[in-house]
């Protein structure tokens, strides 16, 4: 990663609350095939969440704690911020002293770019003013929200402008909380209703939706140079499991997730 950073764009986005078993499945059964061309392998890797909700985890990530390959461990991290101590730092860890990556990559001449969707990125209030105002910029739109049907091609056209914007010299680090499958997400499901709220089916709809603009994403982000790109739950959310419903609470389909890291090449 230390040749990595300073060289390359970065893309970090988050599939906020997007199951493992269901990723899973989407992809072994050829449901997401944007997405499937990208993971290594074309599966998910499957790891365990940082935290059971939007703000524990991303408050996790931003310091360098991705989420955590679901086998025994220690497990060298891709960034993380120097700390007397740490067995997951590695040499060739991205090793930072600033308190979150975001800044570290400011200093290190990035532009650094927020697209928010769940509300903790609104900048409506304190707390959903935190995670965003890590960021050099931050950009967030109603449409962006949980509650829009096209929250995520909005969000993508985003990124494109401000890709657009950007001189050619300029390295971009980009974030993108990807908001669709946090509930509500019956609506990306043909013939759900609202009466008869979220589910699996409807949760997995969510992410085909995603993989049917994501390649825009992709385009836009090697379009000037390689982009290394993360992309992976910060937790997953429960639909009657065992009694549960939601996440922010200890349970299996909360903890494991999908992650995988890969490179973009610039396109032709």
Partial sequence: MNEVVGRDDLLLLTLDTLRYDVAVELAAAGRLPNLAAR??????????????????????????????????????????????????????????????????????????????????????????SVLPGLFQESHWEPEFSVASPTSFEAQVARAEEVVAALPAEQRLFLFLNASALHQPNWFHLPGATREAGDSLATHAAALEYIDRHIGRLFAAMSARRRCFAVVCSDHGTTYGDDGYTGHRLGHEAVWTVPYSHFFLEPSA
């Fill in 39 to 128: 993971l290594p392998g074309g599966v998910w890797e499957k790891r365990h969440a940082p935290g059971s909700f939007t703000y524990a985890s991303h408050q996790a990530m931003f310091a360098g704690f991705l989420p955590t390959p679901a086998a025994p461990g220690p497990h060298p991290r891709l960034f993380a911020s120097r700390f007397a101590g740490s067995e997951t730092t590695a040499g060739r860890t991205f090793v930072f002293d600033t308190p979150d990556l975001v800044s570290a990559l400011a200093e290190r001449g990035y532009r650094t770019v927020c697209v928010g969707g769940v509300g903790f990125f609104n900048q409506q209030g304190a707390l959903g």
